[in-house]
């Protein structure tokens, strides 16, 4: 089974949780890779430090141009970074890509940009995108201050493409956030999916650890 994953918002940990799913699922002998339709945001060498990180993760490894087929320089919305570029994303470019990839190895992590529906075009979004992969969503919830409204309406926009939300991660993106433990008990009385695992903030992510604290075979419970 592959997996969408998504945010309640830009910054929110979807590289960090994509990596760890990755890892997760090649310690039980899958073969895994990650997909980045869309990287906004390069280093002086034209690379991007989600991609990398994907791509380090995969098993087996893959070329940066297998799992990425836009990157853009600037680290603006998508749309905007193409119109600099006098490029207009192609979701159907995205969706052969993504299909070419699948057929190599066992799972696909594909890990959207941004929020749920950030635009990557004049008319199209990444919600667009989703519902043309068709792929169950994994929703990344950036723990913070509004993080039950922005997590709910993500929720509510992945049932309105008729996407499946097949589970949720409560990822910790402040040192201190109050009432954690009560904001992630609101959520799991709310998002009717189940709870994949909590990470605590980290000052250095490391996807391999973050691996640990999830719980992957939900997905599979839940999709059997």
């Keep these: 089974m592959n997996y969408f994953v998504t945010g309640t918002d830009t910054g929110v940990g979807k590289t960090l949780i994509s990596v760890a799913l990755l890892h ?20 002086a060498q034209g690379q991007n430090e989600d991609v990398l990180a994907l791509q380090a993760a995969s098993a087996p490894q893959l070329l940066a141009a297998q799992i ?19 490029v ?3 979701l159907a470019h995205v969706v052969q890509r993504y299909h070419a990839l699948a057929a190599e ?8 940009v941004g929020g749920f529906v950030v635009p990557l075009s004049r008319t199209r979004t990444t919600a667009d995108l989703a519902q043309q992969l068709g792929l ?9 201050l509004g993080c039950l409204n922005h997590a709910l309406l993500t929720r509510q926009a992945i049932a309105d493409r008729g996407l499946e939300c097949a589970g ?5 993106v402040v040192p201190a956030m109050p009432f954690l433990e009560d904001n992630i ?12 695992g909590v990470v605590p903030w980290q ?12 719980d992957p075979g939900k997905l599979e419970r839940k999709n059997a």
Excluded at 105 to 112: A, C
Excluded at 168 to 172: I, T
Excluded at 185 to 196: F, K, M, Q, S, V
Excluded at 203 to 214: K, Q
């Design 24 to 43: 997760a699922l090649s310690a039980g002998g899958q073969r895994v890779a990650g997909f980045k339709p869309v990287a906004a945001g390069c280093d």
């Design 68 to 86: 990425n087929p836009y990157r853009f320089v600037p680290a603006v919305a998508p749309h905007l970074a193409a119109q600099q570029a006098g």
């Design 88 to 90: 207009e994303i192609d």
């Design 105 to 112: 190895v066992d799972t696909v992590i594909v890990e959207g």
């Design 136 to 144: 169950p969503v994994i929703l990344v919830v950036g723990m913070r």
């Design 168 to 172: 949720w991660v409560a990822n910790a």
């Design 185 to 196: 008990a609101a959520l799991r009385e709310r998002l009717d999916a189940p709870l994949l």
């Design 203 to 214: 000052s250095v992510p490391d996807g391999r650890r973050v691996a640990g604290l999830l």
